[in-house]
């Protein structure tokens, strides 16, 4: 089974930025994806990014469109993301998450939370001054 750990969050001012990291384990395909999502405590995790291991999938939650970009080193067996210009509203923990999904699966599937059966547990961002 794969399994997938996080790795980066801290404690970072706003307007500035950081890098994620997913690192997973276990055989993969070219059809199994990895996501990130976000948690702030009380509220629904949240959807950002997601790519296939063969990087021929690629889905932008809105939230993040245009300031993260999701980014893969399969030699590494790692997925990343690059978070910039953060906000004190972006502290959560973030997630990546993984799931076979088929290769042309649209948004309405790559984006929902239930459709991932892999969960990291969390590495936890905080955007304050």
């Known amino acids: 089974q794969v399994q997938l750990v996080e790795s980066g969050g801290g404690v970072v001012q706003p307007g500035r930025s950081l890098r994620v990291s997913c690192v997973g384990s276990?055989?993969?395909?070219?059809?199994?994806?990895v996501g990130w999502f976000r948690q702030a405590p009380g509220k629904e995790r949240e959807f950002l990014a997601v790519m296939s291991w063969a990087g021929t999938t690629l889905y932008y939650g809105d939230s993040a469109k245009g300031r993260f970009t999701i980014s893969r080193d399969n030699d590494k067996n790692t997925v990343y993301l690059q978070m910039n210009s953060l906000k004190p509203e972006n502290t959560a923990i973030y997630y990546c998450?993984?799931?076979?999904?088929?290769?042309?699966?649209?948004?309405?599937?790559?984006?929902?939370?239930?459709?991932?059966?892999?969960w990291g547990k969390g590495t936890r961002v905080t955007v304050s001054s």
């Open positions: 998450a993984g799931a076979f999904l088929p290769a042309q699966a649209g948004s309405s599937v790559y984006g929902v939370k239930e459709e991932y059966d892999t």
């Open positions: 276990g055989r993969t395909f070219s059809a199994y994806a």
